[in-house]
């Protein structure tokens, strides 16, 4: 493909676009053929003329396949080999409601009209349903766009606009400049009302920000971060934004967090506005590195494309890693390095730790295998093994080798290999024997480390590595991962006193200047992607450094998450790992809370299928009450940004744990808050909601109701409609699932809402039940959406008995729903974990906790 226009002025809100697309290709003919195939997706062709040197054929035949996504077009004459030739194609399409293709998202006026925008949302297969094309990322193509859209509308795309002008019917005719050669993915129209604010990069490029009607203030964050993110990429990467301007818009109906179209982000609303008074601060850093990943994109993505979708981590993962460098320049206050790990990499070994885990990199064909690798596999660990070789070759030749990637393959497609043999040039380390282990390989090893002192001065250590299983059985084969291994020690817990490359399965090193009383700590800063089993001197060594916080906070998290994922695996006992957080009382940084936090979560889980969940809360009571006095209710002045976090996570674990006084409090502030008189800050009010919901009755869930509609915050709809998941009564839970699916609930949120209902043990049987029970429903409506996966994966995951492993499995065989297998097998592999969790340390679990 060449050169490629596209004329709509489908914007309309009737969902059949009855105007005439046109749409001209040129192309060359490789071989001599009689007919051409393209993908075509509900839509249908009318008028095909193929002008090769003048001469006009017309196809005799015009043939669809559904399950191919495809149109092919029979010519009666043969197309001659190297002929070049003008495709024209009048098609029509349908502008649907399924947020994907071209499609209609719903706002309302400032005086509360309903009215519909035009939007697309192509990646990763339905540019085809908008037109026909050859829809893969490697045939890259030019686009003439033009649009002819009401006068009074806004209408962007991908490049700025050349040419307008009024025509009939009060419709306007915009024309946009070309845009460099690029993948069908990513090219974008919005039709619709927004206001907008406007900046410029240092570097020159236009930026803006598009909001709903009314709103535009609350653009002015993320026009901030983008336009001083443009010139830190630029000279990150040593590569120019090749682009004259960089919109950002927020789209009301949105399936993804935000999509990267070239040029022309589009974002959910909750990803890119922030209201000063109403936005939390956890809520702002994710829009912050929101920002940073689809702009990164831009360069990682855009500029250079992966040759096909089983190469996507080179996208997801590397954009995934980047954000996290775009918020660390531009807010350092963040220490956003340190949550990356919590973030990220955790939930990245979690997930694979499965046998239903999938390498990195993995062969997709159909469209629906394609949805199903946007997952944790391809943006965390993706991100989590990115961090882990930029660690390895050092931030210079990282910067050195991105560069030599991005010169040498811009507007082309690539490979994995194509990045390893830049970065592997610009360190002379052997970056391809490295990181191919980590690509192409499911899973990731645990390093068994047992040491002998050797005299005052010298500690022997043996490595040794293996495939960590989450449930502790014996891996299905033999791995060898090469793995970049540093080791700190008390002389110096900053700085690293060995590196060297694990390569085989087991080995010894020795470190010198290390007396007996001396810890070690491997994977110092919790770099590498694998866990670490300490022998028992090594771990109670480490102990009093836990307690003291002389170890930094990455390596007091890295321990006690490695901690937990062993008593998953039935290596250690629950009760052991709840003696180690008792070590953990002092603590005070946010993100260990977070780890913590998490791993309590697992816990609680299982807590929930026994009757221990009155001593577990007072167990949790006790952990987190000491940090939630020293913080307080109230902001101090000048506070640092992770005390903030910390507030509102300590406090909202303490009101899940039932602690009375916190639960008084809150309620007492959410009164005052919904009568107006004394508004609760952002950060705390879904803590509060909670507070009063968990034991509300039918006037409380009004109340709630109420606040959801007099909102025009989506944020803030989106904290409310969560919060109603808590409720303890099962018949309001019942009346939070009508209310999801009432139509006052986006398509986009009410799975989130469903969620909700779902990880309350009041409320899993439910919410399972209604699963089912309008299965049909909820697949036409989420069919090929990750919305879908998500949905099913927190509706099953948390179970935790073989009979449930049982039905889950069965329905599923019984039940088709393309694109979620693997999820599927995850789910039902980790209740498997959970039932084998409970049944091994229900025992030991229920004796401890009596004791406390
Ligand atoms: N390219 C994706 C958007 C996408 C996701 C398209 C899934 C098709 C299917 C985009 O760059 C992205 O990764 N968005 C994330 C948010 C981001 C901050 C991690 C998302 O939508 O969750
Ligand atoms: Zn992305």
């Given at each position: 493909?060449d050169?490629?226009?596209?004329?709509?002025s489908?914007?309309?809100?009737?969902?059949?676009?009855?105007?005439?697309?046109?749409?001209?290709?040129?192309?060359?003919?490789?071989?001599?053929?009689?007919?051409?195939?393209?993908?075509?997706?509900?839509?249908?062709?009318?008028k095909?003329?193929?002008?090769?040197?003048?001469?006009?054929?017309?196809?005799?035949?015009?043939?669809?396949?559904?399950?191919?996504?495809?149109?092919?077009?029979?010519?009666?004459?043969?197309?001659?080999?190297?002929?070049?030739?003008?495709?024209?194609?009048?098609?029509?399409?349908?502008?649907n409601?399924?947020m994907?293709?071209?499609?209609?998202?719903?706002y309302?006026?400032?005086?509360?009209?309903?009215?519909?925008?035009?939007?697309?949302?192509?990646?990763?297969t339905?540019?085809?349903?908008?037109?026909?094309?050859?829809?893969?990322?490697?045939?890259?193509?030019?686009?003439?766009?033009?649009?002819?859209?009401?006068?009074?509308?806004?209408?962007?795309?991908?490049?700025?606009?050349?040419?307008?002008?009024?025509?009939?019917?009060?419709?306007?005719?915009?024309?946009?400049?070309?845009?460099?050669?690029?993948?069908?993915?990513?090219?974008?129209?919005?039709?619709?009302?927004?206001?907008?604010?406007?900046?410029?990069?240092?570097?020159?490029?236009?930026?803006?920000?598009?909001?709903?009607?009314?709103?535009?203030?609350?653009?002015?964050?993320?026009?901030e971060?983008?336009?001083?993110?443009?010139?830190?990429?630029?000279?990150?990467?040593?590569?120019?934004?090749?682009?004259?301007?960089?919109?950002?818009?927020?789209?009301?109906?949105?399936?993804?967090?935000?999509?990267?179209?070239?040029?022309?982000?589009?974002?959910?609303?909750t990803?890119?506005?922030?209201?000063?008074k109403?936005?939390?601060?956890?809520?702002?850093?994710?829009?912050?590195?929101?920002?940073?990943?689809?702009?990164?994109?831009?360069?990682?993505?855009?500029?250079?494309?992966?040759?096909?979708?089983t190469?996507?981590?080179l996208?997801?993962?590397?954009?995934?890693?980047?954000?996290?460098?775009?918020?660390?320049?531009?807010?350092?206050?963040?220490?956003?390095?340190?949550q990356?790990?919590?973030?990220?990499?955790?939930?990245?070994?979690?997930?694979?730790?499965?046998?239903?885990?999938?390498?990195?990199?993995?062969?997709?064909?159909?469209?629906?295998?394609?949805?199903?690798?946007?997952?944790?596999?391809?943006?965390?660990?993706?991100?989590?093994?990115?961090?882990?070789?930029?660690?390895?070759?050092?931030?210079?030749?990282?910067?050195?080798?991105?560069?030599?990637?991005?010169?040498?393959?811009?507007?082309?497609?690539?490979?994995?290999?194509?990045?390893?043999a830049?970065?592997?040039?610009?360190?002379?380390?052997?970056?391809?024997?490295?990181?191919?282990?980590?690509?192409?390989l499911?899973?990731?090893?645990?390093?068994?480390?047992?040491?002998?002192?050797?005299?005052?001065?010298?500690?022997?250590?043996?490595?040794?590595?293996?495939?960590?299983?989450?449930?502790?059985?014996?891996?299905?084969?033999?791995?060898?991962?090469?793995?970049?291994?540093?080791?700190?020690?008390?002389?110096?817990?900053?700085?690293?006193?060995k590196?060297?490359?694990?390569?085989?399965?087991?080995?010894?090193?020795?470190?010198?200047?290390?007396?007996?009383?001396?810890?070690?700590?491997?994977?110092?800063?919790?770099?590498?992607?694998?866990?670490?089993?300490y022998?028992?001197?090594?771990?109670?060594?480490?102990?009093?450094?836990?307690?003291?916080?002389?170890?930094?906070?990455?390596?007091?998290?890295?321990?006690?998450?490695?901690?937990?994922?062993?008593?998953?695996?039935?290596?250690?006992?629950?009760?052991?790992?709840?003696?180690?957080?008792?070590?953990?009382?002092?603590?005070?940084?946010?993100?260990?809370?977070?780890?913590?936090?998490?791993?309590?979560?697992?816990?609680?889980?299982?807590?929930?299928?026994?009757?221990?969940?009155?001593?577990?809360?007072?167990?949790?009571?006790?952990?987190?009450?000491?940090?939630?006095?020293?913080?307080?209710?109230?902001?101090?002045?000048?506070?640092?940004?992770?005390?903030?976090?910390?507030?509102?996570?300590?406090?909202?674990?303490?009101?899940?744990?039932?602690?009375?006084?916190?639960?008084?409090?809150?309620?007492?502030?959410?009164?005052?808050?919904?009568?107006?008189?004394?508004?609760?800050?952002?950060d705390?009010?879904?803590?509060?909601?909670?507070?009063?919901?968990?034991?509300?009755?039918?006037?409380i869930?009004?109340?709630?109701?109420?606040l959801?509609?007099?909102?025009?915050?989506?944020?803030?709809?989106?904290?409310?409609?969560?919060?109603?998941?808590?409720?303890?009564?099962?018949?309001?839970?019942?009346?939070?699932?009508?209310?999801?699916?009432?139509?006052?609930?986006?398509?986009?949120?009410?799975?989130?809402?469903?969620?909700?209902?779902?990880?309350?043990?009041?409320?899993?049987?439910?919410?399972?039940?209604?699963?089912?029970?309008?299965?049909?429903?909820?697949?036409?409506?989420?069919?090929?959406?990750?919305?879908?996966?998500?949905l099913?994966?927190?509706?099953?995951?948390?179970?935790?008995?073989?009979?449930?492993?049982?039905?889950?499995?069965?329905?599923?065989?019984?039940?088709?729903?393309?694109?979620?297998?693997?999820?599927?097998?995850?789910?039902?592999?980790?209740?498997?974990?959970?039932a084998?969790?409970?049944?091994?340390?229900?025992?030991?679990?229920?004796?401890?906790?009596?004791?406390?």
């Amino acid at each position: 493909m060449d050169i490629f226009t596209f004329t709509s002025s489908a914007w309309n809100v009737r969902k059949k676009a009855e105007t005439t697309i046109i749409w001209t290709f040129c192309t060359t003919i490789c071989d001599a053929t009689k007919s051409i195939t393209l993908n075509a997706l509900d839509i249908t062709l009318g008028k095909v003329e193929l002008d090769i040197n003048g001469e006009i054929l017309q196809p005799s035949n015009i043939s669809y396949s559904t399950d191919n996504e495809t149109a092919t077009l029979t010519f009666v004459q043969e197309l001659p080999a190297d002929a070049s030739g003008v495709l024209n194609i009048s098609f029509a399409g349908e502008l649907n409601d399924k947020m994907k293709g071209f499609y209609r998202s719903k706002y309302f006026t400032p005086g509360g009209e309903e009215r519909y925008a035009g939007v697309t949302q192509f990646e990763a297969t339905d540019a085809r349903r908008c037109f026909p094309c050859w829809d893969e990322p490697a045939i890259k193509a030019t686009f003439d766009i033009t649009l002819v859209v009401p006068q009074d509308r806004v209408a962007l795309s991908n490049m700025p606009e050349v040419q307008e002008e009024n025509i009939e019917n009060n419709l306007r005719r915009i024309r946009f400049d070309r845009t460099p050669i690029m993948s069908t993915y990513l090219v974008a129209v919005v039709v619709g009302e927004y206001d907008h604010v406007e900046g410029k990069s240092e570097d020159g490029v236009i930026v803006r920000v598009f909001t709903p009607i009314g709103k535009k203030e609350q653009g002015l964050f993320a026009l901030e971060v983008a336009t001083k993110v443009l010139p830190y990429y630029k000279s990150y990467f040593n590569i120019a934004y090749p682009l004259p301007k960089m919109d950002l818009i927020a789209i009301s109906d949105f399936s993804a967090g935000a999509m990267e179209n070239w040029g022309l982000v589009t974002y959910r609303e909750t990803f890119v506005l922030v209201d000063p008074k109403n936005t939390s601060l956890m809520r702002k850093q994710s829009i912050a590195l929101t920002v940073g990943h689809e702009i990164a994109h831009q360069w990682f993505g855009n500029l250079v494309t992966m040759e096909w979708w089983t190469h996507l981590w080179l996208n997801e993962g590397y954009a995934s890693f980047v954000e996290f460098l775009c918020v660390n320049h531009l807010f350092p206050e963040y220490d956003i390095w340190t949550q990356f790990v919590t973030d990220m990499y955790t939930r990245a070994l979690e997930l694979d730790s499965l046998k239903n885990s999938h390498p990195i990199e993995v062969p997709v064909g159909h469209p629906c295998e394609i949805d199903e690798i946007f997952d944790e596999i391809s943006y965390n660990k993706g991100a989590s093994v990115i961090r882990m070789l930029h660690d390895y070759i050092g931030e210079k030749d990282f910067r050195k080798g991105m560069n030599i990637y991005l010169t040498r393959h811009q507007y082309k497609n690539t490979f994995t290999e194509d990045l390893w043999a830049a970065l592997q040039e610009a360190s002379s380390k052997p970056v391809a024997k490295v990181m191919s282990t980590w690509i192409k390989l499911k899973g990731f090893p645990v390093v068994s480390v047992e040491s002998i002192q050797k005299g005052d001065n010298q500690r022997v250590l043996k490595l040794t590595q293996n495939k960590f299983t989450a449930d502790g059985s014996a891996p299905d084969g033999d791995y060898t991962w090469v793995i970049p291994v540093n080791i700190s020690t008390s002389r110096d817990p900053n700085k690293i006193a060995k590196t060297f490359l694990l390569d085989q399965k087991s080995m010894e090193v020795v470190l010198d200047d290390v007396s007996a009383d001396d810890w070690v700590k491997i994977n110092p800063g919790t770099v590498g992607f694998y866990r670490t089993r300490y022998s028992k001197e090594m771990l109670e060594k480490l102990l009093p450094a836990v307690r003291d916080m002389v170890l930094p906070p990455l390596d007091r998290l890295g321990l006690i998450d490695d901690m937990f994922a062993m008593v998953q695996a039935g290596q250690a006992s629950t009760a052991e790992v709840l003696k180690l957080i008792d070590s953990y009382r002092n603590e005070t940084n946010y993100t260990v809370w977070t780890a913590i936090t998490n791993s309590l979560a697992n816990l609680h889980i299982l807590i929930s299928h026994t009757d221990l969940m009155e001593h577990f809360n007072r167990y949790g009571e006790k952990l987190y009450r000491p940090v939630a006095e020293s913080l307080g209710w109230e902001v101090r002045e000048g506070e640092n940004h992770l005390d903030t976090l910390l507030r509102s996570l300590v406090l909202s674990r303490l009101v899940s744990f039932r602690c009375k006084d916190v639960i008084a409090e809150a309620q007492t502030r959410f009164h005052a808050h919904a009568d107006g008189s004394n508004p609760i800050p952002a950060d705390l009010r879904s803590a509060c909601y909670k507070a009063v919901l968990q034991d509300g009755d039918e006037k409380i869930f009004n109340e709630m109701l109420q606040l959801y509609r007099t909102t025009d915050l989506h944020e803030e709809q989106d904290r409310i409609s969560r919060a109603l998941g808590c409720i303890g009564n099962v018949d309001l839970l019942r009346k939070v699932i009508d209310f999801a699916m009432s139509g006052e609930v986006r398509a986009q949120d009410s799975v989130f809402v469903i969620v909700a209902v779902a990880v309350n043990p009041k409320g899993r049987d439910m919410a399972w039940e209604f699963f089912k029970d309008n299965n049909q429903k909820l697949l036409q409506q989420y069919q090929g959406s990750f919305l879908l996966t998500r949905l099913i994966k927190y509706l099953i995951e948390n179970f935790a008995s073989e009979e449930r492993a049982v039905e889950v499995e069965n329905y599923f065989k019984q039940n088709q729903f393309p694109g979620t297998e693997r999820t599927v097998s995850q789910a039902v592999e980790t209740i498997r974990l959970n039932a084998n969790w409970l049944k091994r340390d229900l025992d030991s679990l229920t004796s401890y906790l009596k004791s406390q």
